[in-house]
């Protein structure tokens, strides 16, 4: 099958949108960066972008992936070489949407190799995959699926506007009570939303702040 090659697949009842089932995938991106979002903020890992969503988020700093044709599929065994080639043996599988896609052909060959697996997903399709943590980060327009609140490592809500503080407290309700819950300023309208993001934190101490660290360093 040529690489051009992408078959959607939707189904009203599960879209989910597979690349030949997750043995290749549109890749947008890769990169050995730090991790600057959430919980492990800091921490060196090797980021695998992939193509492909349709959650839609107008603030979207990513809209590039948004569109799969225009990305190369890419086998994962081509991705899996060149994550075992970088010093840190920690994966963030991003988008995008990486779970319009099965995961599980490409965490299960990381994995084998003493990999840690990072996902940040919407939550909008079905989980797949291994994964030792999972960022997710829940979208109005179009809300995660019941399951995995349940397995959510963290909650990263963006802030964009004052009404989307009850959205968190929303998503907050429904993760399990050792989930880390952040909150996190729209990037564009960071100066303007940091301030009451910070009383809100203040006013409701389970609650943590996030911010794009890597955009004040400067770094993919």
Known sequence: MPDSF????????????????GWKLPLVEEFYTIQGEGFHTGKPAYFIRIGGCDVGCEWCDTKFSWNPSLH??????????????CPAKAVVVTGGEPLMYNME?????????????????????????????????????????DDIYEKASELKVIIREF???????????RVKKNCYLYLQPEWSRYE?????????????????????????????
């Open 6 to 21: 992408f078959v959607m697949i939707w189904d009203e009842n599960d879209p989910v949108i597979r690349a030949e089932n």
């Open 72 to 85: 190369p599929l890419v086998s994962i065994e081509n991705i899996a070489e060149k994550v075992l080639a």
């Open 105 to 145: 052909p490409l965490t299960t060959m990381l994995r084998a190799q003493g990999i840690t697996l990072f996902l940040e997903t919407s939550g909008a399709y079905p989980l797949t995959g291994q994964w030792d943590w999972i960022c997710l980060s829940p979208k109005k327009n179009m809300p995660p699926l």
């Open 163 to 173: 009404s989307d503080f009850a959205w968190a407290e929303k998503n907050a309700r």
């Open 192 to 220: 303007k939303n940091i301030p009451e993001i910070v009383e809100y934190a203040k006013n409701h101490p389970e609650w943590r702040i996030s911010l794009q660290s890597h955009k004040f360093m400067h770094i993919p």
